[in-house]
């Protein structure tokens, strides 16, 4: 079983910076694709970013030139900074594996951008 952990949420100021961590209990060197989505109340989950196992990124245009996604094959973890937090981007962010065994998704953090 496919295991995904979430660290690093938490309440920032606006403008502020967070950096979220996903470690996955197995190899990433061979997966499809690893990435971030959020979601608020009320509303579907929300693609933010991923990265392919080509090394190739992604980002929505709400989050581009503000959040950056990479990865460390060594730990099998996941990162995802975030600078220039903005209020709207309050959710609980969600850490997603598409491999050949299939989709997992992690637990979710949440990320409060407020004053």
């Known amino acids: 079983q496919v295991q995904l952990v979430e660290s690093g949420g938490g309440l920032v100021q606006p403008g502020g910076s967070l950096r979220l961590s996903c470690a996955a209990s197995?190899?990433?060197?061979?997966?499809?694709?690893m990435g971030w989505y959020r979601q608020t109340p009320g509303k579907q989950r929300e693609f933010v970013a991923d990265?392919?196992?080509?090394?190739?990124?992604n980002y929505a245009d709400s989050v581009k030139g503000r959040f950056t996604i990479s990865r460390t094959n060594a730990n099998n973890t996941v990162y995802l900074q975030m600078n220039s937090l903005k209020p709207e981007d309050t959710a609980v962010y969600y850490c997603?594996?598409?491999?050949?065994?299939?989709?997992?998704w992690g637990q979710g953090t949440q990320v409060t951008v407020s004053s």
């Open positions: 197995v190899s990433i060197i061979s997966i499809y694709a």
């Open positions: 997603k594996l598409l491999s050949r065994r299939g989709i997992y």
């Open positions: 990265i392919t196992g080509g090394g190739n990124t």
